[in-house]
């Protein structure tokens, strides 16, 4: 029995130590926010670890959905999934533009490409997909009817830190992308975000988007917002990223771990992730299909009663919130996949620091569940 639960994920803290140098340096220059040294320093070194030109940092990645979305003039419609984190679709709200919900597929969990054209009205301006579980979206289709169609593309990829499909980053895609380095994603800045942008045009008027409209001391161009990164967190960034390559690497290993112990178990489905994609193991969600004994709820109460904590990520659908579930196109009858998935799924405990004894006592605990349902269910009636 566990006497501390574990959780799903663990932010990624590197030792005390090695922060305290970068506190001393802020003290010292008592440049605190506003795009200090640190702040530049880090759009920099993110930019080329991702492998990609231009980055924006934000204070969190909710504010840098609200911020593409102005940057880019975004109006009427736009196309998004249900299956994500509800702020995805908050975005949209918040900006005064109608979300437009489409199925998801069955395998990769992402927009169904083939769901958009159909849901296209002479109002619609853009499509908000989410690379869900850093799973990258069918970006090259998506492109297709986003250039036949004259829309802006904007992904939501909070979960897909560092990831690459044929070598290329994921986040280089669309018109825009945005990043969430909240303490549960796989890079944290405690709470921070970020824009990913194509050209140093589009960064500069990002850059003065989220610093409430101002191009210089006394010419505001624009509706901004306070969406500075401050030095702390840019500094506790530049100390993290020393450390992401080895996250990431036990990551893969974590997740290994569990697909090798997990094969063949009847009614649990894994993610499949596609051979070109270099994935950042964001996430373990396994889907509890009617071939396992119980229900997925009855595996999440079980698993809970063992102090392991999974989550339902993502139940329930964004449509089913009360500011969306009146919107025809979040009626359940046109999102059975959607619904079918949401009602399967777990997210299971994969972080760095995760020992590879608590993968085997979750991966146990699915088995044994499942034994003790099935030995029930064959008791010979006794009369
Ligand atoms: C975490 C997350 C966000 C929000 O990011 P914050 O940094 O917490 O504001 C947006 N979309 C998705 C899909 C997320 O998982």
Redesign the pocket.
């Known amino acids: 029995m566990n006497t501390k639960p574990v959780y799903i994920t663990s932010p990624l803290l590197p030792p005390l130590e090695e922060f305290v140098p970068y506190l001393e340096e802020i003290w010292q220059n008592k440049v605190l926010t506003n795009g200090g040294p640190f702040h530049q320093q880090l759009e920099q070194e993110l930019a080329q670890y991702l492998g990609v030109e231009h980055l924006c940092l934000f204070t969190?990645?909710?504010?840098a959905?609200l911020t593409a979305l102005q940057a880019l003039r975004i109006t009427g419609e736009v196309i998004t999934t249900p299956y994500?984190?509800v702020?995805?679709s908050h975005s949209l709200l918040w900006n005064g533009l109608t979300p437009v919900f489409v199925d998801i597929d069955p395998v990769s969990c992402n927009i169904d490409p083939e769901k958009i054209e159909q849901a296209i009205t002479p109002q619609t301006t853009a499509i908000l997909p989410?690379h869900?579980y850093g799973n990258p979206c069918d970006v090259e289709k998506i492109q297709r009817i986003a250039d036949l169609y004259g829309l802006k593309v904007i992904y939501?990829a909070?979960?897909a830190f560092g990831v690459r499909k044929n070598g290329r980053s994921v986040l280089s895609y669309g018109d825009l992308s945005i990043l969430?380095?909240?303490a549960?994603?796989v890079f944290n800045t405690i709470?921070?975000?970020a824009i990913i942008c194509p050209d140093a045009k589009t960064k500069k008027r990002i850059d003065y988007l989220k610093n409430f409209g101002f191009a210089d001391e006394t010419t505001v161009v624009a509706t901004g917002i306070n969406g500075k990164m401050n030095e702390v967190q840019a500094a506790f960034g530049l100390l993290q990223l020393k450390h992401i390559d080895k996250a990431l690497t036990e990551r893969e290993e974590i997740q290994a771990c569990y697909r090798r112990l997990l094969a063949g178990t009847q009614g649990i489905r894994l993610l499949e992730v596609p051979a070109d994609v270099a994935w950042n193991n964001a996430y373990l969600p396994i889907m509890v299909t009617d071939d396992y004994p119980v229900s997925r709820d009855a595996l999440y109460a079980y698993l809970r009663e063992n102090n392991i904590i999974a989550r339902r990520y993502f139940y329930p659908l964004i449509t089913s919130f009360p500011m969306y579930r009146g919107l025809t196109s979040a009626d359940e009858s046109t999102l059975p996949v959607a619904q079918s998935v949401s009602n399967q799924v777990l997210c299971l405990p994969v972080y760095p620091g995760l020992a590879i004894e608590e993968v085997g006592k979750v991966v146990s605990l699915i088995h044994s569940l499942a034994e003790q349902s099935l030995k029930a269910s064959a008791l010979p009636l006794v009369v």
């Open positions: 969190n990645g909710t504010l959905l994500s984190f702020a995805t989410v869900c939501d909070a979960h969430s380095f909240h549960t994603k709470e921070g975000g």
